[in-house]
Structure formats: structure tokens, C-alpha cells
């Protein structure tokens, strides 16, 4: 994590790194150490992995880490990442485990619980990431729910950090 830290400081421009972290990495204050000075603006996306056993340790945990540093819980409805996540912590990310998001465009069930999970975080501050997206046709339903961020295939690629430059991504 400090060496993807240290290679995105001076790269990202306005954009955010986002690191996958453990809550109980988060609870133990490894954050802390390994994030403190990043000089880039970071969002921690707290895995499916793990139960979190006491949200108020995520929350100090994150109250000492500064302002430059948001919570997003990764891969909601998967795993550990329940909704009570999303209600205990209010992060300022909820990303949607992509098997909300396959297939989107021909599942009404799947859509309107996307719809209801948009209007939830529009009230609450928070804001929906769709994973996974691969069709111009989930892309699109997503869209019309109003989710304006995602990553999948169909959008890009992963690549290694020195590519960022290529994209025209620099501080």
C-alpha cells in the first residue's frame, strides 16, 4: 500500500487513490501509519473479507486520518459488506458489488433496487460506483438510475500507475 501511495503522489492531478483496506487493519491504526503524508487524497475501501465487529472503531479510525481521506465500502451486498455498513459508517462511496450490476439492463428487479440504493445515497450524501461494468446496455440503465461512476471493462482497462501519464492524469 505505501509503495502504491508513494507512486500515485505525484500522478493523480484531482483524482483519488483508492486502496483496499480491512476493518480490521483500519481498527488496529495501520492506516494511520501507512497513509499519513500520502499527498494524494485517498478513499479506503473497506473489503467484503471481514466482519466489522465495532463501527465506532472504523469511524475514530477515520476521524484520525484527516479530511483527505474517505471511506467507501467496497463491494456492497457481498460478503461482509452489508447495508448496515452503509447506515453505521455514511461513507462517502458505496460501491455495488457487480452482481447487482450484471445484467442490469434485463432485470427490472435488479434496477429497481439500484434506483432505491441511488435515491438512498443522494439523501444520505453518499455516492453510488457501479463495478463490473462490460455492456453498453448496463451502462446505459445505469445511467438513466442516475449512477454517474463505475469501473469495468467496458470503460477501461486496469493499468499499472505509470500509464496515468499517458492519459494526460498529472499533478
Not at 31 to 45: I, K, N, Q, T
Not at 130 to 137: C, D, F, L, Q
Not at 150 to 171: D, E, K, N, T, Y
Request: charged share 20%.
Amino acid at each position: 500500500m505505501a509503495a502504491a501511495v508513494a507512486a500515485a503522489a505525484d500522478r493523480l492531478g484531482d483524482a483519488w487513490l483508492s486502496v483496499n483496506v480491512s476493518p480490521g487493519f483500519l481498527a488496529a491504526g495501520g492506516a494511520e501509519h501507512e497513509f499519513s503524508g500520502a499527498g494524494c487524497d485517498l478513499v479506503l475501501e473497506l473489503t467484503e473479507h471481514d466482519p466489522v465487529h465495532d463501527y465506532g472503531e472504523i469511524t475514530r479510525a477515520l476521524d484520525r486520518l484527516g479530511p483527505g481521506v474517505q471511506l467507501s465500502i467496497d463491494d456492497a451486498g457481498a460478503g461482509y459488506a452489508c447495508l448496515t455498513h452503509v447506515l453505521s459508517l455514511q461513507p462517502a462511496f458505496v460501491k455495488l458489488d457487480r452482481g447487482w450490476v450484471m445484467g442490469i439492463d434485463a432485470d427490472p428487479a435488479r434496477q429497481a433496487l439500484v434506483a432505491g440504493l441511488q435515491s438512498f445515497a443522494t439523501r444520505t450524501g453518499s455516492t453510488l460506483i457501479a463495478e463490473g461494468i462490460e455492456t453498453e446496455a448496463e451502462l446505459r440503465i445505469l445511467r438513466s438510475l442516475d449512477v454517474r461512476l463505475g469501473q469495468g471493462f467496458l470503460l477501461g482497462r486496469p493499468q499499472p500507475i505509470g500509464a496515468l501519464a499517458a492519459c494526460g492524469v498529472s499533478r
